[in-house]
Structures are given as C-alpha cells and as structure tokens.
C-alpha cells in the first residue's frame, strides 16, 4: 500500500458572514490583508496575516446578532501586544472601543493569555498565546488550599477573562464578599477593586458607591490600592 501524503488533504474551516464586502473590509482595517474576493456566483473571501488565513463565506438570510457560535482560536506568540494593537486599530477605524455588541472586543487585564475578538458578522475569534497559563489559571480557580475569598477571586477572574461571563463573575464576587470573615485585608481590597470595574461596566451606580466606601475602610496604603488597580485594569 503507497503511503499517503499528509499535505494532500488541507481543512480550511469557512466562517459566515452577512456581506464579504463589510468583513473584509473589518479585518483590512485590523491589519489583516485581502488575499482573495470574488461575490460571484457567490460571495466568498480570505484574509492572511502572520501566514495563517481566515476564510469568510457570504451566509444568505444571516443575522450576525444571533451569531452565537462560529469562531476560531488564533495561536500568537503574545496575545498582548496583538490586542494592544487590535484596540489602536479599531479607535483610528470606528472612533473607540467597543467592548459589547457587534463588532466588539473583549476586555485583557495584565498577564492574562486570551481575548475574543468579535467581526462584522457576530464571529468569535479567540487570540490566545502559545504559553501554559491559560492550565495555571484554570488550576488556582479549582485549589482548595487558599481562603476563599482568595479562591473566588481566582474564579471570578476566570470567569471573566477566559469565559467572558461578567454576570458569573459578579455572582462569584458578590457571595464571597457576603460570607468574609478575618480575610486578608488586600484580598477584600482586590475582590472590592473587582466589583467595582464589573459595576462600571453594568453601570451600576449603586454598587459602585457602595464598594469603593467598603475600600475607603479599609485603609490600605496607596501603593497597594495602585498595584491592585493595575491588575485589574485593561490593556488599552
């Protein structure tokens, strides 16, 4: 029997779009390059970067906000700078950030390994870097060792940074911070510092009034209110 080839066969996955004209168009506008179009008999389109391609097929009669469950993973060397870059870009071609609706971009806090990136067409588009911490993330989430307002916080950023789950993040957040009992006063601090960014983004005007005096209590030095805060905050 004659051994096969193995660059014989090559999956291409083929993601949905509403017009091949507009994501296209997105992705350019991200640094990606147009490297095939054609609307037809039908509209289909490839977009390249850093060697690897995304294929875009015209899907008649779809609606991108019900587009709940297409994506791919994008492997990078550092997730961070392409997201600091992905953000810059996005500002020159749209005027801002858009952390919700379509298109959008996840928030990335400091030393996390992911963001979603979300086109045109509602696709999901995860940029991970090539490292093990997405494993050391997911394993201090699940150590039972720790105090648990230290092992909410883990979840709650797990939660929030590789699910993209803000209301399971404030649940998590919310039931520690009811049951503390001789915790740390800079995990209390960090869980509060937490919460109040989930409320910014819920425009919870209550919530946030009602964390930042809890902190304000606890009469932490500045520089650790400075650390904690850079942690927690977006790479933008």
Known sequence: MQASNSSEWITIPI??????EETLHFWQALGFEITYKQTHPYQYGVVERGGHQLHFGRLK??????????????AVPNAGDVYYEITQ?????????????????SRMKPNTTRFTLTDVSGNA???????????????????????????????????RDYKNDDEAAIKTLDAALKRINNENSIDIAEALIMRIE??????????????????????????????????????E
């Open 89 to 105: 870009l996005l500002k020159q071609h749209i005027g801002r950030v858009p952390h919700a609706g379509i298109p959008s971009v």
């Open 125 to 159: 588009i995860i940029f991970v870097s090539r490292s093990e911490q997405d494993q050391e993330t997911w394993e201090k989430a699940e150590n039972k060792n720790q105090s648990k307002l230290h092992r909410a916080i883990a979840i709650a950023i797990r939660f």
């Open 15 to 20: 993601l949905p779009c509403v017009s091949i």
């Open 198 to 235: 989930l409320a910014e983004r819920a425009a919870d005007a209550a919530k946030i009034t009602e964390c930042k005096l809890l902190l304000t209590k606890l009469n932490l030095l500045e520089r650790d209110l400075v650390r904690l805060k850079q942690k927690h905050r977006t790479l």
């Open 61 to 74: 009669g779809m609606d991108a906000a019900n587009n709940f469950y297409t994506g791919c993973l994008i």
